[in-house]
């Protein structure tokens, strides 16, 4: 739930790779610097918006039907995190801008400092050790928080360098420009709405389907999307270097060479997910008994998850790596209008009628009250079968669109567009 309120602004963050990418492929190196801070600022704005969302916490976490006892904590962890939310987004342009311009390994390093400070200070302000109080949950929030501050001053000092300014102009590039606000925002906002539509479904998912099921039933999904985490975060890091490659290559105006890179990206991504997610599958029992929960239930019933889930690891690598693509391309409200739909009238109806016995109606608007029909009930299980099924119907939707390479026309730089005679260039058209 805190990342779904920071995806708007993350979405809109992360295409600073685009304009920095394509506009390195143009030997415009400085606009790169500019399009940053323009995030920057972007973020501090999200910033106040996330404390603007501490007061309704209650009321978000009341209707979700939890215990008591895990609504306070949720609550408690939700509004400290949200006092983190202006580090997230300002790390995210800046993140952005070393990967457009071929430096990954600055937020890399930044990160292995970030996780190494967030896990000292986790055991200390959960366990209280070392004279630091016992603040178990909120300790958790605190030490991420401060830990994403450390991240966030890390980029900011390398991206103010004497090198970076002296190749891009980090340090000049500081002014407010409109116009470059406004292009983040054009092509931002549906890839920002993007992002939010995928965690929000998520979080439905997780808290409406599966969190009605039972305490066991969540804490099997809860022990899979663990293990998952390490399968499809790796792919999460195509994902983000795809997007500046593509977008270098466009600028450079060469077409094919981006084609070439995205489907290289696919097949490393394919490779890694298929074997981890069999791995995952073949071992998820011992596994689960280990570094989870030995309740024979909870082991049971996450093992199917991961069984489905690793059915459909290749499918999801296709719908990571092209997402990246489509978005070093410009090409996001597509993909916003592709995944708003496919969720809403295929995902998230499917696994309800999966997971539910039965499936309540009356809370769509204009429905009777007491209208509902029949669901087959099969809990955490059934709601991961309709993911299985939507993952894999959604990567062919998405490879698709990357062939029919409709986005080769986008033009993202305002200077740019009515280049191409006959041809709309904005996203939303194409």
């Known amino acids: 739930m805190v990342f779904y309120f920071f995806d708007f602004f993350l979405g809109i963050s992360g295409c600073v790779s685009t304009f920095a990418a394509q506009s390195l492929g143009r030997g415009e190196q400085e606009h790169g610097a500019s399009y940053a801070w323009q995030g920057v600022y972007i973020g501090l704005v999200g910033g106040v918006f996330g404390m603007a969302i501490w007061p309704f916490a209650d009321d978000l976490f009341g209707v979700m039907g939890h215990s008591p006892e895990v609504t306070r904590l949720e609550v408690q962890y939700f ?13 995210a342009s800046l ?48 030490a991420t928080v ?47 709405l993007s992002f939010f539509l995928d965690v929000f479904n998520w979080g ?18 809860n022990v899979a999307i663990n293990f998952l985490h390490l399968i499809f975060m790796p792919a999460v890091g195509l994902n983000h270097a795809i997007a500046p490659i593509v977008g270098q290559w466009i600028g450079r105006d060469n077409i094919p060479m981006a084609k070439a890179r995205t489907h290289t990206a696919i097949k490393i991504a394919i490779c890694y997910m298929v074997v981890a997610g ?44 092209v997402l990246g693509a489509l978005r070093g391309a410009g090409d996001t409200r597509w993909v916003m209008w592709a995944m708003s739909l496919g969720a809403y009238l295929f995902f998230l109806p499917l696994a309800t009628f999966l997971c539910l016995d039965v499936v309540p109606l009356s809370r769509i608007p204009g429905v009777p009250a007491g209208w509902s029909l029949p669901g087959l009930g099969w809990e955490a299980k059934g709601a991961w079968l309709g993911a299985t099924v939507y993952t894999i119907a959604q990567s062919g939707v998405v490879f698709w669109r990357f062939r029919s390479e409709r986005w080769r026309y986008i033009r993202i730089f305002e200077k740019d567009r009515g280049a191409v005679p006959g041809v709309s260039v904005s996203s939303g058209d194409l």
């Open 204 to 221: 439905v998912f997780t808290s409406f389907l599966v969190g009605r099921c039972g305490e066991t039933q969540m804490a099997a999904h």
């Open 146 to 192: 401060f830990a994403m501050g450390v991240q966030t001053a890390i980029l900011q000092l390398v991206f103010l360098s004497p090198a970076l300014d002296r190749e891009f102009k980090t340090r000049s590039q500081y002014a407010l420009h409109w116009q470059k606000v406004r292009e983040l925002v054009r092509i931002g906002w549906p890839a920002g």
């Open 95 to 142: 993140t952005s801008f070393f990967q457009a311009v071929n430096r990954p390994s600055v937020p890399m390093y930044a990160a292995w400092v970030a996780n190494a400070v967030n896990l000292v200070f986790n055991y200390l302000l959960i366990f209280g050790k070392f004279g630091f109080p016992r603040m178990e949950v909120a300790g958790a929030a605190w």
């Open 278 to 321: 069999l791995c995952f599958a073949i071992f998820a029992r011992p596994l689960t008994r280990t570094f989870f929960s030995t309740d024979p239930q909870v082991v049971e019933v996450a093992a199917v998850i991961l069984l489905l889930a690793a059915f459909y690891q290749g499918f999801d690598a296709v719908n990571i790596v």
């Open 79 to 91: 509004r400290i995190r949200m006092a983190g939310f202006v580090f997230l987004c300002w790390q």
